[in-house]
C-alpha cells in the first residue's frame, strides 16, 4: 500500500526565515511525486511535479528536490503569502486498466508571520 | 483558477438523501478524478474516468457512484447519506491518464 508522511505537521517561521519541509513515501512502482498548495477551503494548487531521484525544480521562493525515498521542498525567505497547506502526493499507475491514483499525505500546515 | 468547475459549491442536506455533484474538466482533458477531503482523513482517492471509462477506483464506498458522460463532464453520486460523509469532495483533471492533475475549487457537503 503507498504510504506519504509529511513532517513537521504544522511550521511557523518569521518572514525571511527559510526552512524545508519533508515528504517520505513508500510506493511500488513510483510515476510521480506531486507538490500542491492549499489555501482553507479552497482546490488544490499544483507546484511542481519530479519524477527521478536527482531532480529538483524551482518556482520563486520554492525549491523541490527528489531523493528515492523522500522529497524536500525548501523555502527561501518566505513572505505571509506562502502561509498555506503544502501537501505532497505520490502517483501510482494501475497497470491492469492503465488508469493513475495519487496518494496524499496529511500537509504540512505553514505560517508565516510578518 | 485551474480550468476545472465543479458545481454546487455549497450542498447541505440530511441523512439519508442523496446527492449529484457536477464536475466540468479542463478544455483538452480528458482525465476526471474524484477525491473527498474530510479533517479526520485528508484527501483521498475514490475514483478515477479516462474519456468515459473507469480506469482506478479508491476506498469509494459502495453508496458512491460515478458516470463521465461523451462531452466529458463528470458526475459523483452519493446516496443513503451519513453525517461522516460530510466532507469537501474535490474533482480533478488531466490530459491523459497519468499527467499532472489540476484541481477544481471543490463541493462543500454538509449532512445534518
Known amino acids: 500500500e503507498d504510504q506519504v508522511t509529511q513532517s513537521p505537521e504544522a511550521l511557523r517561521l518569521q518572514e525571511g526565515e527559510s526552512s524545508s519541509l519533508n515528504c517520505s513515501y513508500t510506493v511500488s512502482g513510483l510515476r510521480g511525486l506531486f507538490w500542491y498548495r492549499q489555501d482553507p477551503g479552497k482546490g488544490p494548487e499544483f507546484l511542481f511535479t519530479l519524477y527521478s531521484a536527482g531532480e529538483e525544480k524551482e518556482k520563486e521562493r520554492l525549491k523541490a528536490t527528489l531523493t528515492k525515498k523522500e522529497s524536500f521542498l525548501h523555502i527561501t525567505a518566505p513572505k505571509p503569502e506562502d502561509s498555506a497547506t503544502y501537501l505532497c502526493?505520490?502517483?501510482?499507475?494501475?497497470?491492469?486498466?492503465?488508469?493513475?491514483?495519487?496518494?496524499f499525505g496529511e500537509g504540512t500546515q505553514l505560517t508565516v508571520n510578518p | 483558477d485551474s480550468g476545472v468547475t465543479q458545481t454546487p459549491k455549497h450542498l447541505i442536506t440530511a441523512t439519508g438523501q442523496r446527492v449529484t455533484l457536477r464536475c466540468s474538466p479542463r478544455s483538452g482533458d480528458l482525465s476526471v478524478y474524484w477525491y473527498q477531503q474530510s479533517l479526520d482523513q485528508g484527501l483521498q482517492f475514490l475514483i478515477q474516468y479516462y474519456n468515459g471509462e473507469e480506469r482506478a477506483k479508491g476506498n469509494i464506498l459502495e453508496r458512491f457512484s460515478a458516470q463521465q458522460f461523451p462531452d466529458l463532464h463528470s458526475e459523483l453520486n452519493l446516496s443513503s447519506l451519513e453525517l461522516g460523509d460530510s466532507a469537501l469532495y474535490f474533482c480533478?483533471?488531466?490530459?491523459?491518464?497519468?499527467?499532472?492533475?489540476?484541481f477544481g475549487p471543490g463541493t462543500r457537503l454538509l449532512v445534518l
Open positions: 480533478a483533471s488531466s490530459v491523459g491518464f497519468k499527467e499532472t492533475q489540476y
Open positions: 502526493a505520490v502517483q501510482a499507475m494501475v497497470i491492469e486498466t492503465s488508469g493513475s491514483r495519487l496518494t
